[in-house]
């Protein structure tokens, strides 16, 4: 199928591109970052999400992945209103699912403001995309990923006091890699064919046990 990731260059999104092309898919990535995949069936294109105008014209797209975002830097504009254009500029009758990438931020509130809002307007959007895509039989689902092992989360990883304090809190003790994370988007897009509007917590238990956001002090 012909899948368009964003955010494809590094962390969960080039592990996304990655999974999609070892099953045989011509994935198309988005990013600000130069390419750092390499397949034959992949295509990048320089574009940032916040800008409609960079956007190149593509069609017959079947699989949607919004992954690109921010932390604590234009979040809205980003992750929000970037996930929306992007979705509203490429479904059409082809499309087969669509899975925008949330944060457990969006059900607790635990980080940085504008981020808890960004991540909370895409949990909504998801709902009302999976209901307009049913006319198509098309899926609209959310992942809501807790702490994943990427270098934006350096800052805690790299302390071993705040590291400690985060895995207090979490009952498996570990966070998810983002080739994990990319085996939930591929199931939910591809494997699912009935589930939408629906949002999966990846969290390792963290979110159940009440959320606390541990962060380097300013």
């Not at 994935?27 to 397949?39: A, K, T, W, Y």
């Not at 797209?61 to 830097?73: H, K, R, Y």
């Not at 198509?136 to 092992?149: E, K, L, Q």
């Not at 988007?185 to 541990?214: H, R």
């Amino acid at each position: 199928m012909k899948v368009l990731v964003t955010g494809s260059s590094k962390g969960i999104g080039k592990a996304i591109c990655e999974l999609f092309l070892e099953n045989g898919h011509e994935v198309i990535g988005f990013d600000i970052l130069e390419p750092s995949v390499v397949h034959k069936n992949y295509i990048h294109y320089i574009a940032d999400v916040s800008k409609p105008q960079t956007f190149p014209d593509l069609s017959g797209i079947e699989i949607l992945v919004n992954n690109a975002g921010v932390q604590n830097n234009n979040d809205i504009d980003v992750n929000l209103k970037g996930t929306i254009n992007v979705t509203e500029k490429y479904i059409s009758p082809s499309i087969k699912s669509v899975l925008n990438v949330c944060s457990t931020s969006a059900h607790n509130g635990a980080e940085f403001p504008q981020y808890c809002a960004s991540k909370g307007g895409i949990l909504t959007y998801t709902k009302n995309l999976a209901s307009r895509l049913s006319k198509y039989g098309a899926t609209c689902n959310s992942i809501s990923p807790g702490g994943v092992t990427t270098d934006l989360n350096r800052p805690v990883m790299d302390d071993k006091n705040l590291w400690n304090q985060i895995m207090d809190l979490t009952p498996l003790r570990k966070w998810a890699s983002v080739e994990e994370i990319a085996q939930w988007v591929y199931f939910l897009t591809c494997v699912n064919k009935s589930a939408t509007g629906i949002d999966v917590i990846i969290d390792n238990g963290e979110n159940t046990c009440g959320a606390k956001f541990i962060w380097p002090e300013e």
